[in-house]
């Protein structure tokens, strides 16, 4: 399983950015998948992750701003944020786990100057 994120980039604050997480193998529509980020000196941490049945979870901090959906035909995930805060600045992976190992995609800066 590979798993490509891509969407990051510079934004100003209270902007919008979407993030793509594109995935390889005929598995896909049947893991959940989740979106991680980790800003400088802190840890990794959940934003927000889809089931294979398409329930929701979300971080409390991005609640309200962030939405998350699936597209299991395109084998993607993709996380649109708004309202975005200097405090959302991380770098974004996306992550699933299929019979018990994890598969991270390589990170995708998002940056939002106040």
């Known amino acids: 399983v590979q798993l490509q994120a891509s969407g990051g980039g510079l934004v100003q604050a209270g902007g919008s950015l979407r993030l793509s997480c594109a995935a390889s193998g005929s598995t896909f529509s049947k893991n959940a998948i989740g979106w991680y980020r980790q800003a400088p000196g802190k840890q990794r941490e959940l934003v927000a992750g889809?089931?294979?049945?398409?329930?929701?979870i979300y971080a409390d901090s991005v609640k309200g701003r962030f939405t998350i959906s699936r597209d299991n035909a395109k084998n993607t995930v993709l996380l649109q944020m708004s309202s975005l805060k200097p405090e959302d600045t991380a770098v974004y992976y996306c992550h699933t786990r299929i019979d018990g190992m994890d598969y991270w995609g390589e990170g995708t800066q998002v940056t939002v100057s106040s």
């Open positions: 889809v089931s294979s049945g398409g329930s929701t």
